[in-house]
């Protein structure tokens, strides 16, 4: 018998609920922040706590060479039981280090009424429909949140129970045909680096990130991404005695940003809008830094953008003799989309399996990158599913349980639609 809210037969979908929960709660208490200024890989050392974890915990699930690295990946690989098409799954164990992530304490919020929720550790802290929309849509649901202090963690934990799940239901009911999955677990994602390193002999053919938002969402386009360092050179002098030969450096970098338009900010854009982003400036009479990020989903936009960055910062030379002034940049990653577009099966397997677990399919386009935007420009095509996460890197992140269930409902029919034929 399948339940009302179930693509799955009840005794599956008992099986997943309690399953995807208590994985779930387990692994948020583990913390595994990653930390933008070190220099080892992983980043945090505490990425392996998990890591380890999973890495036992695969193999008692019966998944075949299983291996954790030093920097900070676990591959395994679970046998098929049909001779379906192969597939990868992918999540990251590390959160964002925006917000603490030490010591979460997740907390069940059963019966879910639509009213404001508060966090026992924060007072001040309230989480309600007005911060989040979306809440109204899983009311009677179970609300998971953390307790104040802390992010969830469920960007990406929750990614990571749904695959454990996924592969503890496909052990405990073989009934579930699937070929050959390849499951790799990632570091470090939040701050640009989850794929360094990565083993690519290891990677099937195409694979899956499950590490997007509400469920039902397909992501299968991403920013092309531009990274922009702009120096300023003056001449400094004492100041009392500057007249007619200071050349303020730092001036020069406060009128540059001045130039840029007011309206392509990262808080006045949104859906497909681009940006530029001023994300550090640093500087003295002598010198001064200003290093940005420019975004947009096409290429050519981005290119404008710069375009636009060197003629202002050419104007201000122009206006000031004796000042020199440099752009350089790099392409950080661009837009999975026109990849994404020669492989239609990989999206097309997606949208049938988000459909089959009865949600509707939410195509959405990733004001960012992710493990599968890299992975997809190295010719490892991967889109990412809903994980059932919002409010990520803050400490009002929530997810209900049954997006979670969801997710891993999604991933059984997704294995069903790796056939042949
Ligand atoms: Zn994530």
Redesign the pocket.
């Known amino acids: 018998m399948t339940p009302p809210n179930s693509s799955l037969p009840s005794d599956i979908h008992g099986f997943i609920s309690h399953d995807a929960r208590e994985r779930f709660l387990r692994y948020t208490r583990v913390s595994t922040a990653s930390d933008p200024s070190s220099t080892t890989r992983p980043s945090t050392s505490r990425q392996h706590d998990l890591l380890s974890i999973l890495a036992q915990e695969l193999t008692a699930l019966g998944a075949h060479n299983v291996i954790h690295t030093p920097n900070g990946f676990v591959y395994a690989t679970i046998p098929e039981n049909s001779p379906h098409i192969p597939f990868g799954l992918m999540a990251?164990v590390d959160t964002s280090p925006d917000q603490s992530g030490e010591d979460v304490k997740p907390l069940l919020r059963e019966n879910y009424d639509g009213g404001v929720l508060s966090f026992p550790d924060d007072p001040t802290l309230t989480l309600s429909c007005e911060d989040s929309p979306e809440l109204k849509d899983f009311i009677g649901d179970t609300i998971i949140t953390a307790s104040g202090l802390t992010l969830l963690g469920a960007?990406?934990k929750a990614g990571v129970a749904e695959i454990m799940s996924a592969v503890a239901t496909f052990r405990e009911f073989p009934t579930l045909r699937h070929g050959r999955i390849e499951v790799c677990f990632t570091s470090d994602?939040?701050i640009g680096h989850g794929v360094d390193g990565i083993d690519a002999s290891r990677l099937p053919a195409h694979l899956y990130t499950m590490?997007g938002s509400y469920p039902g969402e397909l992501e299968t386009e991403c920013f092309d991404a531009l990274g922009v360092t702009v120096e300023f050179h003056g001449r400094g002098v004492h100041p009392g005695y500057s007249y007619g030969k200071m050349i303020n450096a730092a001036l020069f970098a406060s009128s540059f940003i001045a130039a840029l338009p007011k309206n392509e900010r990262p808080e006045t854009t949104k859906g497909r809008e681009g940006f530029f982003h001023v994300s550090d400036i640093t500087g003295n009479n002598e010198h001064a830094i200003v290093r940005m990020i420019l975004r947009d989903f096409e290429h050519s936009k981005n290119l404008t953008r710069l375009e636009l960055v060197r003629s202002a910062a050419m104007e201000i030379q122009n206006r000031n003799p004796g000042a020199t002034i440099t752009v350089t940049h790099t392409h950080q990653y661009e837009n999975m989309r026109e990849e994404l577009e020669k492989h239609p099966a990989v999206i097309e397997r997606a949208l049938n399996a988000i459909a089959d677990a009865g949600l509707s399919v939410r195509r959405k386009a990733i004001r960012g990158g992710?493990d599968g935007s890299r992975l997809t420009a190295m010719g490892y095509p991967t889109p990412n599913i809903f994980a059932g996460g919002l409010l990520?890197h803050s400490r009002r992140e929530w997810i209900a349980l049954s997006s979670m269930v969801k997710a891993v409902e999604t991933i059984v029919h997704l294995a069903r639609h790796h056939t042949t034929a």
């Open positions: 990251h960007d990406d994602e939040e590490d992710t990520f």
